[in-house]
């Protein structure tokens, strides 16, 4: 019998979606968490962390680099959306920014990881 917590099951851009599903899942909650103004902010909130869950969960049903490429750009959107949006300064900043830095991390992370080792084409020889 394989092991469920084998390299060809539970890799590290798994886990790295894991991550990002968790982060999405955060950030569509902060408005409630943290108390944010409804209107714009809590819109950019529930959609980007919306976006991100969603990548994430196609990501771990079927890994493809755009699915990485798409995230990077969600987590840099949340990362500079403050600015954009008009919400500097305020704790709905700080929560776009940390969780879009660390979207954008990861994906970054998985887009390089991939490029080192790109997948095998066939499951065993």
């Not at 899942?25 to 902010?41: E, Q, S, Y």
Request: glycine letters at 6%; aromatic letters at 12%.
């Amino acid at each position: 019998m394989e092991n469920w917590m084998n390299s060809t099951n539970w890799t590290n851009a798994k886990l790295c979606d894991v991550a990002n599903l968790v982060l999405g899942a955060i950030l569509f909650l902060a408005p409630w968490l943290f108390k944010f103004d409804a209107g714009m902010v809590s819109t950019n909130a529930y959609m980007t962390g919306l976006a991100i869950a969603i990548l994430a969960v196609a990501a771990l049903a079927a890994y493809a680099v755009w699915e990485e490429w798409l995230n990077l750009i969600v987590g840099l959107w949340a990362l500079v959306s403050p600015w954009v949006v008009g919400f500097q300064g305020t704790t709905a900043m700080t929560v776009h920014v940390v969780i879009g830095a660390a979207v954008a991390i990861l994906a970054a992370i998985e887009i390089w990881a991939m490029s080192q080792q790109p997948p095998r084409l066939t499951t065993h020889s």
